[in-house]
């Protein structure tokens, strides 16, 4: 069974910056491309990005686009997200997921299976 385990999250202001990390056990990382989603209060969770696994391409939702950036790092099985000019409409527990294509540019979460999600908070 995969397991998946977010941090790096916190209270910030707008404006304001965070780095997440995402680490997976199972080796998922280094054969699967990678994701972040993300559920506000009260709203289903969303597909926030997500990065390939040979060429690193990246897709973004429209609403992070320019402000959100995802990486990965192979050598230490870690996906992250840097969240730059962070908006009160990124709050929300965000969480890492393998990912698989849908139609018309969605990308779903490829497990059942969710780590604990890391809290990002970020005040007006």
């Known amino acids: 069974q995969v397991q998946l385990e977010e941090s790096g999250g916190g209270l910030v202001q707008a404006g304001g910056s965070l780095r997440l990390s995402c680490a997976a056990s199972g080796g998922i990382l280094n054969i699967s491309p990678m994701g972040w989603f993300r559920r506000a209060p009260g709203k289903e969770r969303e597909f926030v990005a997500c990065i390939s696994y040979g060429a690193g391409r990246t897709y973004y939702t429209d609403s992070v686009k320019g402000r959100f950036t995802i990486s990965r790092d192979i050598a230490n099985n870690k996906v992250y997200l840097q969240m730059n000019s962070l908006k009160p409409e990124d709050t929300a527990v965000y969480y890492c997921?393998?990912?698989?294509?849908?139609?018309?540019?969605?990308?779903?979460?490829?497990?059942?299976?969710w780590g604990p999600g890391t809290q990002v908070t970020v005040s007006s």
């Open positions: 997921n393998a990912v698989v294509p849908g139609g018309a540019g969605q990308w779903f979460a490829q497990y059942d299976s």
